[in-house]
């Protein structure tokens, strides 16, 4: 054999050696990966939750300040009416 190609066989062992260690494995290229992907899936997830929170931020501002909103509100979700409202009920037709 020359020198030249027991280099060449040196170099490509190294190289398996190198990847065998370095891609699998708790610290290696996939979990890496895997973690990354992850990563940007919280990261997106967080900017969303952020989004909620301002908006319940400014709907609780609004129920400690705003009367007429604080009336809406109270409104809508326990279905009441002020007095001398007129309520219409539509029936569904049967098909």
């Known amino acids: 054999?020359?020198?030249?190609?027991?280099?060449?066989?040196?170099?490509?062992?190294?190289?398996?050696?190198?990847m065998v260690f370095t891609v699998p494995g708790?610290?290696?290229?996939?979990n890496?990966?895997?973690l990354h992907q992850q990563l940007l899936k919280l990261q997106?997830?967080?900017?969303?939750?952020?989004?909620e929170?301002?908006?319940?931020?400014i709907k609780a501002s609004l129920l400690k300040k705003d009367k007429p909103y604080i009336?809406?509100?109270?409104?809508?979700?326990?279905?009441?009416?002020r007095p001398g409202d007129i309520v219409i009920i539509f029936k569904q037709r049967k098909k």
Not at 44 to 51: D, F, R, S, T
């Open 32 to 34: 890496t990966y895997h």
């Open 71 to 81: 009336e809406h509100t109270i409104m809508k979700e326990l279905n009441m009416v």
């Open 53 to 57: 929170n301002e908006r319940l931020a």
């Open 1 to 18: 054999m020359d020198i030249s190609r027991v280099i060449g066989i040196g170099i490509i062992t190294i190289i398996l050696l190198f």
């Open 44 to 51: 997106e997830k967080n900017m969303l939750l952020q989004e």
């Open 26 to 30: 708790e610290k290696g290229l996939v």
